[in-house]
């Protein structure tokens, strides 16, 4: 299992400042890997004793608290994130990072976790051997011949650079694996983490206690071994049983959340978006004025702050964004969104060249707090006309479903989400068929209202065979077609 320290300063660490603090953890043998986003720290066998990422900066308000929580003593304004791993398990791994953190913290920076502080790290420290059997990816913990795993004790795991290095090794391995990140009941997942989970490539797993469960389907799951990380170190595989078998721990919160459901408690509540706009390729085209109306329609705001891994490190920014996105063309582009406003706002923004243009997919999620009342009918129509008019609009979906208003995900059984809106681009000629439905906003534009019943899935089956569409196109992750709330989350994935 890996160890994680993060140094918080208001100054961007210098090379020196660096050099210094790794070498007082008592090893002089660094080498760069990952394009030189990492720095691996060799022990004495020549294998990874500690790895450090590169300092990251975070200037986006909330960004800290929202991974870390309340941070005893932490700056005001601007912060820089360096973080560090190691998979050495005894307390030399622990006072090697605490030396390498609150070195590079000084008196003025802090360190978390706060018990890795230590109050003189001038001194030389022997951690002891890292394992020679871990697997040369840093962000991993163990390697079997289906899927690698990465231990994470922390109480919120985003989408860092690690996981994204992690996740890029396994999906290019031969053969393919997939990422297990194991967790405790207690840690949570970012909306934007939670949005990329996939049984096939990424994939929850949460060790409550004799419990081990998929965190986002509560499937029931076994610990199988050994791994490449040593005899009897296990992994964790789908339980062999015929049909999926829910956890104890998600059958309990399942078993509240239909209660609450069917008394028409609605406490805090999501509401998420999926947009996709097509432009045509030329010199002026800006990515991300798509966020920035989706935004201003539901919170009156703009987006506060973009980036590449979490934390987000750059403030909002159409002209920075859209200048990556070109560097990366004809490749593909993946940000991260976020809100600092009075609204809760978190997602994910993905830029795609194709034959005939650049596809901007914009899929975000707002918090609303217990008695705050999402965007009516009138304000979606209006958002979906603005698009369709000044935006290429492809497709928007909008559904609603009882979650926590701080878009973060617990490994819990969720509320089965509701559709309120669909509207679609129909295509020239078929947009002014007769007799197609919904209401037209536009030439080549329908739109479909709904209340936000988890009932009404069986009305959007009925749309995708008009439109010849499947529902998976317009909704991530695909909504199923049956009424009623078990039926929605029996097509989503989920075990009920």
């Known amino acids: 299992m890996t160890t994680d320290v993060v140094a918080l300063t208001t100054a961007e660490p210098t090379r020196g400042a660096l050099r210094d603090a790794l070498f007082c953890t008592g090893s002089r043998t660094l080498e760069v890997s990952s394009g030189g986003m990492l720095l691996r720290l060799l022990g004495r066998a020549g294998n990874t004793a500690m790895t450090v990422a590169a300092p990251l900066p975070v200037r986006v308000p909330g960004q800290v608290t929202r991974l870390l929580g309340d941070v005893p003593g932490l700056p005001d304004g601007p912060l ?45 420290v022997d951690p002891g051997f890292p394992p020679l059997t871990i697997a040369a990816q840093p962000a991993l913990d163990l390697v079997g011949p289906t899927s690698a795993v990465v231990h994470q004790d922390r109480p919120v795991v985003g989408v860092s650079f690690w996981l994204q290095d992690a996740l890029a090794a396994t999906l290019a391995s031969s053969p393919v694996r997939r990422l297990d990140i194991v967790t405790g009941p207690d840690t949570k997942l970012t909306s934007q983490l939670a949005e990329l989970l996939n049984p096939r490539t990424l994939r929850w797993v949460v060790h409550d206690g004799p419990e081990l469960y998929d965190g986002r389907t509560g499937e029931s799951l076994a610990w199988e071994g050994p791994h490449t990380g040593g005899p009897g ?49 030329s010199a002026g085209l800006v990515v991300g004025r798509v966020a920035e109306v989706v935004w201003r329609a539901v919170t009156d705001e703009l987006p506060s702050g973009w980036g590449t891994q979490e934390p987000l490190g750059a403030p909002w920014s159409t002209e920075h964004l859209t200048a990556l996105a070109r560097a990366r063309m004809p490749g593909p582009t993946y940000l991260l969104v976020a809100g600092s406003g009075t609204r809760p706002a978190a997602g994910s923004l993905r830029v795609t060249r194709t034959g005939d243009g650049v596809v901007e997919g914009l899929s975000v999620s707002f918090g609303y707090p ?54 679609l681009h129909t295509g020239g000629t078929q947009g002014s068929r007769p007799g197609l439905s919904g209401e037209r906003i536009g030439a080549a534009h329908r739109y479909h209202a709904f209340s936000g ?36 989350y029996t097509a989503m994935g989920y075990a009920v």
Do not use: N
């Open 233 to 281: 170190v296990p992994r964790p595989v789908r339980a062999p049983r015929p049909r999926p078998v829910v956890a104890e721990p998600w059958r309990r919160t399942r078993e509240s959340q239909l209660t609450r459901a069917a008394l028409g408690r609605a406490g805090d509540r999501r509401l998420t978006l999926h947009v996709t706009c097509g432009h045509q390729p």
């Open 370 to 423: 217990d008695g705050d009342e999402v965007p009516d009918a009138r304000t979606l129509r209006s958002l979906a006309r603005v698009l369709a008019e000044e935006h290429g609009l492809r497709s928007l979906f909008a559904s609603v479903r009882s979650a926590s208003a701080d878009l973060l995900d617990a490994p819990v059984f969720p509320g089965a989400p509701g559709p309120l809106a669909l509207a």
């Open 80 to 124: 820089w994130w360096t973080e560090a791993r190691t998979h050495i398990r005894s307390r030399g791994g622990d006072a090697m990072l605490g030396t390498f953190a609150s070195r590079l913290a000084g008196a003025g920076g802090v360190v978390w976790p706060p018990r890795l502080r230590r109050a003189d790290p001038g001194s030389d």
């Open 453 to 488: 019943d988890p009932g009404q899935w069986r009305e959007l089956r009925s749309l995708s065979e008009e439109y010849g569409v499947p529902v998976g196109t317009w909704t991530d992750p695909p909504a199923g077609a049956a009424p009623g709330a078990k039926e929605a």
